[in-house]
C-alpha cells in the first residue's frame, strides 16, 4: 500500500472521501475541529459530527460514536480529532463501519492502530490536518505565499463544490 503521506495518494483520498465522520469535533467556535468541519462543509463535504456531548454541531445532528453515525447512512473517512491513547478503540470501530480511510489530525499518531486499520484495508494518515491538506492540495494555500511543496504546471483540480 502507498504512503499514505505522498501528495498524490493524499490528494486521491481528499477527492474520493465526500462523507466525513469527525470524531471528537466541537461546538464552540473557536476550537480548531469546529473551524475544520465548517471548511468542509463549505468545500462541498458531508461532514458527520460524532461527539457525544452535544445534539447537533454545524447544522448537523451529532451522534455520540461512529456505529450511530454510520446508521444514518456510510462514512468514507474518519477524522480524528482524539488524543493518540483513544484511537485505538476508534480505529476498531473506523474498520467496523467499513470506512475506506482512518485520519488523525495533528499530533495524533498510533502505529498499532494503524498497522490494524491498514491490515483491514483502510488507508491512514496520520499527524496531518484535512483542511490544511486540501487547501495545500487544491489551491488556496499559495496564494497567501505559503510555500505549499507542490510544484506543478498544471492548475490542480478542484472539487465540485
Given amino acids: 500500500m502507498n504512503d499514505a503521506n505522498d501528495i498524490p495518494t493524499l490528494r486521491r ?3 474520493e472521501s465526500r462523507r466525513i465522520a469527525m470524531v471528537g469535533i466541537s461546538a464552540e467556535w473557536h476550537r480548531p475541529s469546529f473551524f475544520v ?4 462543509q463549505e468545500h462541498g463535504y458531508i461532514m458527520i459530527p460524532v461527539n457525544p456531548k452535544y445534539r447537533e454541531v454545524l447544522g448537523q445532528p451529532c451522534y455520540p460514536n461512529l456505529t450511530e453515525a454510520r446508521a444514518a447512512g ?3 473517512m474518519v477524522d480524528c480529532f482524539r488524543k ?4 485505538d478503540p476508534l ?3 473506523a474498520i467496523a463501519i467499513g470506512a475506506k480511510t482512518l485520519w488523525m489530525q495533528l499530533g495524533v499518531v498510533h502505529h498499532a ?3 490494524k486499520a491498514r491490515a483491514a484495508g483502510l488507508e491512514v494518515v496520520m499527524d496531518r ?3 490544511i491538506e486540501h487547501g495545500r492540495l487544491f489551491g488556496g494555500l499559495n496564494w497567501a505565499g505559503v510555500n505549499t511543496r507542490v510544484i506543478s504546471a498544471r ?7
Fill in 129 to 131: 490536518c484535512v483542511k
Fill in 113 to 115: 492502530a494503524a498497522a
Fill in 84 to 87: 493518540s491513547d483513544d484511537i
Fill in 155 to 161: 492548475r490542480p483540480r478542484q472539487l465540485p463544490y
Fill in 13 to 15: 483520498i481528499l477527492h
Fill in 37 to 40: 468541519g465548517k471548511y468542509l
Fill in 74 to 76: 456510510p462514512i468514507d
Fill in 91 to 93: 480505529a476498531d470501530e
